[in-house]
């Protein structure tokens, strides 16, 4: 098997193995290749462009400019009164955020126009394979949006945002393109490397919706969950995993451990 350190991601190796999916495969090097693949590498390239096709090679006035025809347009479209002051009010809740968001139009005029300059911040900032690496490799494990989000900010924003911070405070110069402390941005890389992480590894990505879908009508029907592993050992998940050792008891089924060499 090639290996590139830590450029193949052992779950979806395991993904790509069980269901012979050669797409998963040859990202994680699971397959020969002229060269070593790099599942974040390319994942994150993915992301890249998404981020360029928002804003293509425009500056930073431009890209703000641009975000404000977006967010008009999409808000004339939505209300009745289009006069120029009423523009200019939902303007100024959008860019000076004085109005919580629980207005829905105000939520998506946020979006819209954010949609843009955080992509173009992420640009300035850095959007290699570092920056989706933890995403692709919880993938695996069910992690989602949310979960992305997190990692993204717990990761490269809030260390980043410190950094800012700290030599700001010290009258050092730093360039922080971000809204706030960079929340919306997090937001909008976990929206582009989610579906570019499901582009990569389709079957792994389909299967994983199919046990989800599954466990989640069996749940619903309150009936335990139990699935046998290809060695026949039945595993039952009705009572949560601190039970998992007495339900197979219960279940007349040997109980197997790991063993490590």
Known sequence: MASTGCSSCSGLQILGVALRCENTGKHVNLMATDKPADIYGAIAALVEKKHRELVEER??????????????????????????????????????QTTKEDDKLLKVLLKEYFKYTEAYAELQFSLDRKTVKRNVITYCYGSVHFGFTEQCMEDILRPAYREHRKAIAGS???????????????????????????????????????????????????????????????????????????????AQRPVYTRRVS
């Open 59 to 96: 500056t930073h006035a431009q890209v703000l400019k641009l975000s404000k025809q977006k967010a008009y347009e999409l808000w004339a479209n939505s209300v009745t009164d289009t006069t120029h002051g009423q523009w200019l009010k939902m303007l100024k809740s959008i860019t000076v």
């Open 172 to 250: 050092l110069p730093s360039s922080w393109h971000f809204d706030g402390n960079g929340n919306r941005t997090a937001s909008l890389l976990a929206s582009h490397i989610y579906p570019a992480a499901e582009y990569t590894i389709l079957c792994a990505a389909q299967a994983m919706h199919w046990l989800q879908k599954t466990a989640t009508l069996i749940v619903k029907q309150n009936r335990p969950l139990r699935w046998t592993s290809h060695h026949g050992f039945l595993v039952p998940q009705n009572k949560g995993t601190e039970n998992l050792l007495q339900d197979a008891w219960k």
